[in-house]
C-alpha cells in the first residue's frame, strides 16, 4: 500500500476525544482481530470502540472494525452489539458501510469489520441535516428504512 492510502492529518472520519476519554489501541484493545491489524481508535461510544485497520490477508485493504468494550461483552450490551451486526450485515444500500467480516477475540470480545469510508463524521453532519425539513428528509429515512428490507419499513415507507 502507498502512503497516499493512509489518512491525512485532517482526515474528518478521526474523532477527537481527550487522552481520558477513551481506551487507546493496545489498552485493552487487542493488536491484532484474525487478519486485521488495528491502527487507531476513530471514535467511541457507549457500546464500543471503532478503529481503522488493516486488512492483510486474504487482500490488503483498509477497514474499519467495531469491537464491543470488554465491560459489555457478558451483558445486555452483547445482545445489542450483536443485533446491531446482525442488521448492518443484512443492509445493502450505496450509504451504508457494507459488513465484511464478523467474529470474537480471543477474550471473547465480539466483533465485525466493515468498509471504511472516508469522510465527515455523523456526529457533524447530523446537526445540519435535522435542520432539513421534511420533504427533504422524508426521501433519506425512506431509504435507510427501505435498506433494512424488513416489512415494517417497507410498510411504513409505502404508507407516505
Do not use: N
Not at 15 to 37: E, Q
Not at 53 to 82: D, W, Y
Amino acid at each position: 500500500m502507498s502512503s497516499s492510502d493512509w489518512p491525512d492529518d485532517d482526515d474528518l472520519t478521526r474523532v477527537d476525544h481527550g487522552a481520558d476519554d477513551v481506551p487507546a489501541p493496545g489498552g485493552d484493545a487487542p493488536a491484532w482481530i484474525g487478519p486485521y491489524r488495528l491502527l487507531e481508535l476513530l471514535g467511541s461510544g457507549g457500546m464500543g470502540e471503532v478503529y481503522l485497520a488493516e486488512q492483510t490477508r486474504p487482500v490488503e485493504r483498509k477497514v474499519a472494525i467495531k469491537l464491543i468494550r470488554s465491560e459489555r461483552r457478558e451483558s445486555v450490551g452483547r445482545a445489542m452489539f450483536e443485533v446491531e451486526r446482525a442488521l448492518l450485515a443484512r443492509m445493502q444500500h450505496p450509504y451504508i458501510a457494507q459488513v465484511l467480516d464478523a467474529g470474537e477475540t480471543e477474550a471473547g470480545r465480539p466483533w465485525f469489520a466493515m468498509e471504511w469510508v472516508q469522510g465527515e463524521p455523523i456526529l457533524d453532519y447530523v446537526p445540519s441535516a435535522m435542520r432539513w425539513s421534511r420533504p427533504r428528509a422524508w426521501p433519506c429515512s425512506c431509504a435507510c428504512a427501505r435498506a433494512c428490507s424488513t416489512p415494517t419499513s417497507a410498510a411504513f415507507c409505502t404508507a407516505t
